[in-house]
């Protein structure tokens, strides 16, 4: 029964290239959240998904990121023209049900990019 | 915006002894959520609390919601080294049941 599996786990971008982060939820769950940790700073909220619609990206920056949760296979989080600010520690978790504020998240172990 | 403030930031403490951790806000929180995390991990969710006043108990852990539903507190009795960790609040968005707002956590050290 393995939880929320993220990959990689460590992911180094030269500035300008892309960053892939993949999430594949627990099974059975079709609701998908990514959060960044930035350093010093607490988890934002970046995007929630649903298999093959994206539900809500008001935490996502408007250029360069981009989400999706195809039928198949994982989530992922794409970063294009990656700059020293986007590392960070990227969270992703899964739900069965749409409402988290009772329930809570259940976070996979996160990738942790870092742009040089 | 909805604001979580945790204090201390840092917490430094020998093993067995006592300590209480707080998350503030000036919004009221539908709920609040209590999370630790490990370094190099996800965050854990320990307890939900929902109603005001509330108290949850977790073996050594002790979680109050406060009579306005705008703060929290957590506390922990004769710590062990496997307490550190980072502690995390989090509060439910009044606007969506699913979005939740994060202070920047407590980082607690138990020493041996």
């Known amino acids: 029964n393995a939880g929320v599996m993220q990959n990689p786990r460590h992911l180094v971008r030269r500035r300008g290239q892309e960053a892939r982060l993949r999430c594949s939820p627990m099974?059975?769950?079709?609701?998908v959240y990514w959060y960044r940790q930035l350093p010093e700073e607490g988890l934002k909220f970046m995007v929630y998904?649903?298999?093959?619609?994206?539900?809500?990206e008001s935490g996502m920056p408007k250029e360069r990121f981009s989400a999706e949760f195809p039928k198949e296979g994982p989530s992922i989080l794409r970063i294009q023209q990656v700059v020293r600010g986007d590392s960070a520690a990227y969270f992703c978790a899964s739900s069965l049900t749409r409402d988290r504020i009772i329930g809570g998240y259940t976070f996979g172990s996160g990738t942790r990019l870092t742009v040089v | 915006t909805q604001l979580l403030e945790q204090s201390p930031q840092f917490l430094s403490i020998q093993e067995g002894e006592n300590l209480t951790v707080y998350c503030n806000s000036s919004s009221v929180f539908s709920s609040l959520q209590w999370y630790r995390q490990e370094p190099g991990e996800g965050p854990v969710l320990l307890v939900t609390v929902v109603t005001g006043g509330e108290v949850k108990k977790l073996k050594r852990l002790t979680f109050q919601f406060g009579d306005a539903r705008k703060d929290s507190s957590l506390h922990i009795t004769a710590a062990q080294p496997g307490d550190t960790g980072l502690y995390l609040c989090?509060?439910?968005?009044?606007?969506?049941?699913?979005?939740?707002?994060f202070g920047k956590g407590t980082l607690l050290t138990v020493n041996p």
């Open positions: 099974k059975g769950h079709s609701h």
């Open positions: 998904l649903q298999k093959e619609n994206i539900i809500d």
């Open positions: 989090a509060g439910g968005d009044g606007g969506s049941n699913y979005k939740l707002t």
